[in-house]
């Protein structure tokens, strides 16, 4: 069995500072993780992945995630928001062998005030 | 043209009706997916398809049925709609490496009264 957990349905920051959106995870078997962004009225886009590769993980738009596996935390973070940071952004986990479906947590929307 | 596409975008029926919600895809992927994406509760499988032949029910398959035309179409039909299957619905691609993120659609905002 797999989950996702999302701590922070909403987080706020200004613009410039440090965007961390939290993560943990529960698996049986070694994970892949994701983190993905939704625009308003768009479909998800990848940002990055872990796979069992280089724990700290950089992905698109400057932003990066450390696979943590004594904490079962896969966080993500940017070092200074930007305006256009603004969206919705969801983990998930694949770790069922064989049939890679993900399970996704339950987002977190991220707001940057100027 | 997007790789992944969603028919349509936009729907509003009554309740009792048959909706089939249609995708496509130009990726040459095997595998597709089919998510609901309600407020608060994120993504949540409904069905997946790993080729023509293996169709596997998700986490929240009642009331809804799929169909794997091809390699590159994958529909959901709601056989009898209700108002608590108003979501958006996403569907979503992937190929056979297992670490290959999957690829989504745009989404279809279904609105049952």
């Known amino acids: 069995a797999q989950s996702v957990t999302q701590l922070g349905s909403h987080v706020s920051v200004s613009e410039g500072a440090l965007v961390l959106l939290r993560c943990n995870y529960s698996s049986s078997v070694p994970p892949y993780l994701f983190w993905y962004v939704q625009y308003p009225n768009q479909g998800l886009q990848l940002l990055l992945k872990?796979?069992?590769?280089?724990?700290l993980v950089k992905g698109i738009n400057g932003f990066e995630a450390e696979f943590k596996k004594s904490e079962t935390s896969f966080h993500l973070t940017k070092p200074s928001a930007h305006m256009s940071d603004a969206a919705e952004y969801f983990c998930a986990v694949s770790a069922d062998t064989g049939r890679r479906a993900l399970t996704f947590g339950s987002g977190t929307r991220l707001q940057v005030q100027p | 043209d997007a790789d992944v596409t969603q028919t349509p975008r936009n729907r509003i029926t009554k309740t009792g009706k048959r909706i089939m919600l249609e995708c496509s895809q130009t990726k040459g992927h095997d595998r597709m997916y089919w998510y609901r994406q309600d407020p608060g509760l994120g993504l949540r499988l409904i069905y997946y398809s790993f080729d023509v032949k293996d169709i596997n029910k998700g986490e929240i398959s009642d009331g809804y049925s799929v169909s794997r035309q091809a390699q590159a179409k994958f529909s959901l039909s709601l056989e009898s709609a209700i108002p608590n299957q108003t979501a958006l619905y996403f569907c979503?691609?992937?190929?056979?490496?297992?670490?290959?993120?999957?690829?989504f659609g745009d989404g279809t905002r279904l609105s049952i009264l």
């Open positions: 979503a691609t992937s190929d056979l490496t297992g670490d290959q993120p999957q690829h």
């Open positions: 872990y796979t069992s590769a280089a724990t």
